[in-house]
């Protein structure tokens, strides 16, 4: 079945420093990949997707290339702020599904 | 932006009690979902559902676990009898008829509950 990969469960960084966090995704359909972002106390929010194969989603100064290849899907940031302390999950869509399936999702602290 | 609430935000209540939790989604939505998260991360899939219907479940929807939506008011989540590994956070989320294809669901703030 359909399944996506976060290794990192937490990534701890310094104001300005380059953020990388891992995902690669399993499946045999051609899927839409997703980043949803959950700050402290809230519920996960989407912040990029990409549906088409090495296509680049961009938002909010984070950006992540959809890799068949490699498949792998992973997230970028050229410099973080403390307000990108959350937790970031990978997830994707199988084409022509409802369902949304999670990685187990990488908890960033941003350090003053 | 569009906005799904849950209430209540925290339950607590003692093992063998039932227990509902409610959603208000978005107004036009169709498709909504119901995700469990333990220790503030793994966001595990429950349950979706669509015109009435459950349409897909995970092997953690467990037989005490039910939904429905009565009427077109809150889409709820009714555990009976409830256990101590049933302690997490739940997620409602909701999506337009063209969400989920395109993965874009909006979740609630999630409700606490916890099992003693």
């Known amino acids: 079945g359909d399944s996506v990969t976060q290794k990192q469960g937490q990534v701890t960084l310094s104001e300005d420093d380059f953020l990388f966090i891992n995902c690669t995704y399993s499946t045999t359909t051609y899927p839409t990949l997703l980043w949803y972002v959950q700050y402290l106390g809230q519920g996960p929010q989407l912040l990029l997707k990409v549906t088409t194969a090495n296509n680049k989603g961009i938002s909010r100064g984070f950006e992540a290339t959809y890799d068949k290849g490699t498949t792998s899907f992973h997230l970028q940031k050229a410099s973080v702020q403390e307000s990108d302390s959350a937790v970031y999950f990978c997830?994707?869509?199988?084409?022509?599904?409802?369902?949304?399936?999670f990685g187990d999702g990488t908890q960033l602290v941003v350090k003053p | 932006g569009p906005k799904v609430l849950q209430i209540p935000s925290h339950q607590i209540i003692d093992m063998g009690q039932m227990v509902t939790l409610n959603c208000d989604p978005v107004s036009n939505h169709l498709y909504f979902y119901w995700y469990k998260q333990i220790l503030g991360q793994q966001m595990e899939f429950l349950v979706n559902f669509y015109n009435g219907k459950v349409m897909e479940k995970s092997k953690l929807f467990k037989d005490q676990f039910s939904v429905e939506r009565p009427d077109g008011s809150y889409f709820t989540l009714k555990i009976q009898p409830t256990a101590l590994e049933d302690s997490a956070v739940y997620f409602c989320a909701s999506s337009s008829p063209q969400g989920p294809n395109t993965g874009q669901l909006y979740f609630g703030e999630g409700s606490k509950l916890t099992v003693l």
């Open positions: 997830a994707l869509v199988e084409g022509g599904n409802n369902r949304i399936f």
